[in-house]
C-alpha cells in the first residue's frame, strides 16, 4: 500500500511564494509615512514587525543549510517602504535559492533553529510561514484602521 504525499517540495514552495507575494502586496498598500509609525494598543510598528519577517525566513534558511545555529539577530537597516521591498523581493529569490539546497532527507533532521528551537527542518519550514501569515495579519488590522482595504487574502 502506498501513501499520498499532502504536499511535495514544491508544491511546499511555491505555497510559501504564494503567501510572500500577498505580505509583498500588503506591504504596497500601506502608506508609506505610517509604516514606521502607526501603531495599535501597545503593539509594534508594521514596519517593525517587517524587519523581523526579514530576519527570520532567510537567516533562517541559511542556518539550516549551513547548520550553523547562529542566535537571532533583528537589527537590519530598513526605515522605508522602499528598502523594506527591495529587500523583500531580493529575499523572495534567495530563498529559492536556499530552499533547493536542502536534501529530502533534510526535511526530517533535527536542528536547533537560532540556537533556540530545536525541531525538524520541516516545522522550521512551517514556523517561517507561520510566522509571516501572523505578521501579515497584524498589518490586515492596522490597513483596516487606516481605512484601507487589504488584499484578498485567498489571492496568493
Given at each position: 500500500?502506498?501513501?499520498?504525499?499532502?504536499?511535495?517540495?514544491?508544491?511546499?514552495?511555491?505555497?510559501?511564494?504564494?503567501?510572500?507575494?500577498?505580505?509583498r502586496r500588503t506591504i504596497e498598500k500601506?502608506?508609506?509615512?505610517?509604516?514606521?509609525?502607526?501603531?495599535?494598543?501597545?503593539?509594534?510598528?508594521?514596519?517593525?514587525?517587517?524587519?523581523?519577517?526579514?530576519?527570520?525566513?532567510?537567516?533562517?534558511l541559511e542556518g539550516m543549510v549551513d547548520?550553523?545555529?547562529?542566535?537571532?539577530?533583528?537589527?537590519?537597516?530598513?526605515?522605508?517602504?522602499?528598502?523594506?521591498?527591495?529587500?523583500?523581493?531580493?529575499?523572495?529569490?534567495?530563498?529559492?535559492?536556499?530552499?533547493?539546497?536542502?536534501?529530502?532527507?533534510?526535511?526530517?533532521?533535527?536542528?536547533?533553529?537560532?540556537?533556540?528551537?530545536?525541531?525538524?527542518?520541516?516545522?522550521?519550514?512551517?514556523?517561517?510561514?507561520?510566522?509571516?501569515?501572523?505578521?501579515?495579519?497584524?498589518?490586515?488590522?492596522?490597513?483596516?484602521?487606516?481605512?484601507?482595504?487589504?488584499?484578498?487574502?485567498?489571492?496568493?
Amino acid at each position: 500500500m502506498s501513501t499520498a504525499t499532502f504536499l511535495n517540495r514544491d508544491e511546499f514552495l511555491k505555497h510559501w511564494q504564494g503567501h510572500r507575494n500577498l505580505t509583498r502586496r500588503t506591504i504596497e498598500k500601506f502608506p508609506a509615512e505610517e509604516l514606521f509609525r502607526f501603531f495599535l494598543g501597545g503593539m509594534r510598528t508594521y514596519g517593525e514587525m517587517l524587519k523581523e519577517m526579514l530576519t527570520v525566513s532567510v537567516p533562517g534558511l541559511e542556518g539550516m543549510v549551513d547548520r550553523d545555529d547562529k542566535p537571532f539577530n533583528h537589527d537590519i537597516s530598513v526605515s522605508t517602504k522602499d528598502e523594506v521591498l527591495k529587500l523583500w523581493d531580493e529575499q523572495t529569490e534567495k530563498i529559492n535559492e536556499l530552499y533547493g539546497k536542502i536534501k529530502d532527507e533534510e526535511f526530517y533532521e533535527t536542528f536547533n533553529l537560532f540556537g533556540q528551537y530545536r525541531d525538524q527542518n520541516n516545522n522550521n519550514l512551517l514556523y517561517f510561514l507561520e510566522n509571516e501569515i501572523h505578521h501579515r495579519a497584524q498589518g490586515y488590522v492596522y490597513l483596516r484602521a487606516l481605512d484601507i482595504e487589504p488584499p484578498y487574502f485567498w489571492e496568493r
